[in-house]
């Protein structure tokens, strides 16, 4: 104090001045372009999402200086702040939330699915889905920079199957086989080749883990089954039905198919093969085939041939070939007999 005196002296100049404790959170928004769940080097931030700050028990906040804490949106480099909070007391912690409903958002994130939560041990490089709360934040000064958020690119799966038309009626009925071993090719809406498979011993195939985009597949039987099988009529039950065949029948190429957002086919109700995709397979591009009409090939009268009568598979002989013919018969496990009938000329 200053010189005091006599009674009536006083000194003013004897303050205190105090601040509020301030604590802050962030702190990006990102691609996960690797798709592990860890933020890692280079993996670019995400701009325009916005974000909103609640308090303990979700109540709004007002920060240090008396202010309401309003929404914020990410900069240019995905990352965003909220500072001048007041310090927090223990059990008690901030939350940080995706506003999803926001049209700027929405559009920020619309190429984009939340990539996998909780990976790894330092919660500054893993990520939350939509929300993520803070941790200590009890003295003035401390910063939480671990409330982030990953996403990683959608993506999507084409299926799924090749089957044998037993009865030529385009639709894939319960007791009718799969044909394994069938070239699939996947391209884009152009025709240039993107990827290619097989069908499996269930007659099934999948690309797997496609950007949203305009695909076509199709379908290639190989020589040997060419010499056997032709595709069956396409579109039997309807445009987007996923029990009739999709293989032009005489080329073997699907239509354009879109994968996206506005895709009514997808699932991710969908067993066959374990998937990747994100957002889902649309199963519903097959191909079915008929086995060829019988191949008609001259002979020469013949004797009749001798050994043991085979059981007759319920088809008239004289429906497949006439006198002096011979022909190929399917008979039950897929095997092939040449058979041959004699001129009967005593008729």
Do not use: C
């Not at 044909?179 to 011993?201: F, Q």
């Not at 997808?266 to 591009?285: C, K, Q, S, V």
């Amino acid at each position: 104090s200053g010189d005091l005196i006599s009674n009536e002296d006083h000194d003013p100049t004897l303050d205190f001045g105090f601040v509020r404790k301030s604590v802050s959170v962030g702190d990006v928004v990102w691609v996960d372009l690797n798709r592990d769940g860890i933020l890692d080097e280079g993996e670019p931030g995400i701009p325009g999402v916005k974000l909103v700050l609640v308090g303990p028990d979700s109540e709004p906040v007002t920060d240090v200086f008396g202010n309401p804490v309003e929404s914020t949106v990410t900069d240019a480099d995905g990352r965003y702040s909220f500072d001048n909070l007041p310090a927090l007391e223990q059990g008690e912690s901030y939350t940080v939330k995706i506003v999803r409903d926001d049209p700027a958002t929405i559009e920020a994130l619309k190429p984009y699915t939340p990539t996998k939560p909780g990976q790894g041990e330092d919660r500054k490089r893993n990520s939350s889905d939509w929300e993520s709360s803070s941790e200590g934040l009890l003295e003035d000064g401390e910063h939480d920079p671990a409330l982030d958020f990953g996403f990683v690119t959608k993506s999507y799966a084409i299926g799924d199957y090749v089957w044998i038309d037993t009865n030529a009626n385009g639709i894939q009925d319960a007791d009718e086989k799969p044909l394994p071993g069938v070239n699939v090719i996947l391209t884009d809406e152009n025709g240039t080749e993107l990827a290619r498979t097989t069908t499996n011993s269930a007659g099934r195939y999948v690309f797997d883990n496609l950007p949203a985009g305009s695909y076509k597949v199709r379908f290639e039987l190989t020589a040997e089954q060419a010499k056997l099988y032709h595709f069956t009529t396409a579109g039997a039950d309807g445009e987007n039905s996923g029990r009739d065949s999709d293989a032009d029948a005489t080329t073997g190429w699907t239509r354009v198919i879109v994968l996206g957002d506005d895709n009514v086919n997808l699932t991710g109700d969908y067993t066959a093969f374990n998937l990747g995709a994100t957002e889902g397979i649309d199963p519903t591009w097959d191909a079915g085939v008929v086995l060829n009409p019988a191949a008609i090939v001259p002979s020469a009268p013949a004797e009749a041939p001798t050994g043991d009568r085979l059981s007759s598979t319920g088809v008239d002989p004289n429906l497949l070939w006439g006198g002096g013919a011979a022909a190929l018969l399917l008979l039950a496990g897929g095997a092939f007999m040449l058979a041959r009938a004699r001129r009967n000329d005593a008729a």
